[in-house]
């Protein structure tokens, strides 16, 4: 099995100022990215946009549009990273009007968008591919509380089962030593990120039991692959 390369926020590089942008995006697909990973966010005025922080006014990068760029692509899949606690399904209603099922994975770190989704899903979407990340979840506490949720990112089988997710979405050094296996023993696909260093992307894209890998030089991971 091939594992999948997803351009994390367009594969800008290094270019931290050109993430997420329609340049990236285009860029990504053509280099041949199997998918291209995107945060997704509202706005102040309620507008779909993506941006890998919360918007603070009306600019940025709509949805829609980046989502027309991956329509035109034919090939290249729709990674949607969620940065949303509420109304997820207009987010994702959007790419799914678009595309094929076959063509997204919607990820998310808050555990109560998946069930949420799921039952969305079950009427417009089925099959719809939902993954849970092993990312801190959004929390506005008490700092103890916070700390709690960022220490659970750690431990997050139990989050996973409770969710019902079809695809695990895992930071690397989690995946690596305990929850790839998990992910193996349950026959569920393993999504790893961010893995940017040459010799990490020649080892998860050689790994036979990941089936994609996020990361920033998705032309680096294109070129490691195994033919």
């Not at 076959?102 to 555990?111: A, F, H, N, Y």
Request: net charge positive; glycine share 8%.
């Amino acid at each position: 099995m091939t594992v999948l390369v997803s351009a994390h926020r367009g594969g800008s590089g290094n270019n931290r100022p050109g993430e997420n942008t329609i340049a990236a995006v285009e860029r990504a697909v053509r280099m041949g990215a199997d998918y291209v990973e995107f945060d997704v966010h509202r706005s102040p005025a309620g507008r779909l946009v993506v941006g890998h922080d919360a918007p603070v006014d009306e600019g940025g990068v709509l949805l829609a549009d980046v989502v027309a760029v991956l329509r035109a692509g034919e090939k290249v899949g729709a990674h949607v990273d969620l940065k949303l606690a509420t109304g997820e399904h207009e987010a994702v209603a959007l790419v799914v009007a678009a595309l094929p099922l076959e063509r997204i994975v919607v990820t998310t770190s808050e555990d109560a968008s998946i069930p949420r989704l799921r039952a969305w899903s079950a009427a417009h979407a089925p099959g719809l591919r939902l993954g849970l990340s092993t990312a801190a979840r959004s929390h506005r506490g008490t700092l103890p509380s916070r700390w709690l949720a960022r220490t659970a990112a750690w431990f997050p089988r139990a989050r996973m089962r409770r969710a019902g997710v079809d695809v695990v979405v895992s930071h690397q050094l989690i995946a690596r030593y305990w929850l790839r296996s998990w992910a193996r023993r349950r026959g569920l696909p393993l999504l790893v990120w961010t893995v940017d260093g040459t010799d990490a992307l020649r080892y998860w894209t050689s790994d036979p039991h990941t089936w994609m890998v996020t990361t920033n030089h998705p032309d680096v991971a294109l070129a490691l692959r195994p033919r």
